[in-house]
DNA sequence: CCGTGGCGTGACCGCTTGGTCATATCGCGC
DNA sequence: GCGCGATATGACCAAGCGGTCACGCCACGG
């Protein structure tokens, strides 16, 4: 948890330092990132940090949760009432949740480095927590979608969930190819490529008819 | 690659620092592992680690090579002559990975760390080429399984490869979470568990038939 | 005008890292 | 048993790390 003083900090000052924090983790894995680089980048001394935060872990925890919760809340935003069936769903948290990676690639690298950062003591708290949200999410499309009858009643709740939950999260390794797009190269830049609409739709159906065709009722 | 001196290095010697390495390496990424500990646990010098290689990241190289062809070998061995069509063949397949990695848990951990590595400009080379193996192997099946029929001919290829490959890598998380297996503690037990007949060939059969269903034609 | 508490600061600490190299040892051909 | 190339060795190095802390500044209340 940031200390009282982080919260007291002026607006401005804040932002710069959260910025080269953002920066630093979504270039490098919580081990590799460097607290003397955050420090050099934001223009502040290094005992600063730890009058904001308890240390490195504790800076780390808090930004994952800043990035998953805000990308939670554009795909919450973004779910337009409708989308009745899963598939639908499905497919709409998908394209929001690419959306959101392309146009802010330092939050996507920073919670993509999260998902897989090797499981030392330390992090494996974070990352679990991490993983946990994204499953109890798709776990609730998927009750719900059962209970609907989009999806077969015979299916492996837990084998379901991972399947949806590893097409998505590696959805963004796909567009990546795909596209020829680097978020190394967009987090040094500092801003995102707007991903065509047209290309994303096909990709998205794609990969959401064949889930449909293995997973709906029928 | 390795010098001339690691080739004619004793064999018992040799294994002894191999086993050592690949326990490193299994424990630990590449940034994270340290030649230290290595030598450490091989009761050899430092200095005697550059006479064999060129450096750290040279033995990695040549420890990644030797899991990816050793688990490659175990495959092919394993593929009976049979299993005619592609998804007999992908289970198959996916069967005997999975094997190979819950009998060989420093191999597949250290193949895990190499597949999800960050991509720095240093390991990128090493973990580039494994994607891509595993991808021709796939993308040869898909072909294949195209040529006769199997799949649906409108499959987008690279999505399908794409597909298979994600829940093929990603099986081994769900093998783990599922069975409540834990590869850290096998890598320091140095004994993987073999794994229960019946129960892989239970998830098996409710992968393949979410992605028969999803694939197949007709 | 003083005191006090919050905050900024950067030199400094202990530790680990990958890698080097002068030196010692080994083993084989003569 | 000599000589010589191959190999083993570990003290050593520079660099980087996360984290600390004594000190100084500044703003506010009395």
């Known amino acids: 948890?940031?200390?009282?003083?982080?919260?007291?900090?002026?607006?401005?000052?804040?932002?710069?330092?959260?910025?080269?924090?953002?920066?630093?983790?979504?270039?490098?894995?919580?081990?590799?990132?460097?607290?003397?680089?955050?420090?050099?980048?934001?223009?502040?001394?290094k005992g600063s940090v730890y009058q904001y935060f308890d240390g490195k872990l504790d800076l780390y925890r808090y930004l994952v949760d800043l990035a998953a919760e805000t990308k939670f809340r554009f795909i919450d935003a973004a779910r337009a009432?409708?989308?009745?069936?899963?598939?639908?769903?499905?497919?709409?948290?998908?394209?929001?949740?690419?959306?959101?990676?392309?146009?802010?690639p330092r939050y996507a690298s920073l919670l993509y480095h999260a998902t897989y950062e090797p499981?030392?003591?330390?992090?494996?708290?974070?990352?679990?927590?991490?993983?946990?949200?994204?499953?109890?999410?798709l776990r609730g499309l998927v009750d719900a979608g059962l209970a609907r009858g989009d999806l077969r009643p015979d299916l492996d709740r837990d084998?379901?969930?991972?399947?949806?939950?590893?097409?998505?999260?590696?959805?963004?390794?796909?567009?990546?190819?795909r596209f020829g797009f680097s978020f190394q190269d967009a987090v040094h830049a500092g801003a995102g490529l707007p991903i065509r609409d047209e290309e994303l739709g096909a990709v998205l159906d794609e990969l959401v008819g064949i889930l449909r065709r293995g997973l709906e009722l029928g």
Not at 81 to 104: C, I, K, L, Y
Request: charged share 20%; aromatic share 12%.
């Open 1 to 45: 948890m940031p200390k009282p003083t982080f919260l007291n900090l002026p607006p401005d000052k804040r932002r710069r330092f959260v910025d080269a924090a953002l920066n630093e983790f979504a270039l490098h894995d919580y081990r590799a990132a460097s607290v003397g680089r955050i420090v050099d980048a934001a223009g502040i001394a």
């Open 81 to 104: 009432g409708d989308a009745p069936d899963f598939f639908s769903q499905v497919r709409q948290a998908a394209s929001h949740g690419a959306r959101f990676d392309f146009s802010q």
């Open 119 to 137: 499981s030392t003591p330390e992090t494996l708290e974070v990352s679990s927590r991490l993983r946990a949200a994204s499953h109890a999410y």
């Open 159 to 177: 084998m379901t969930v991972y399947v949806l939950y590893q097409q998505i999260v590696a959805l963004r390794d796909f567009l990546t190819d």
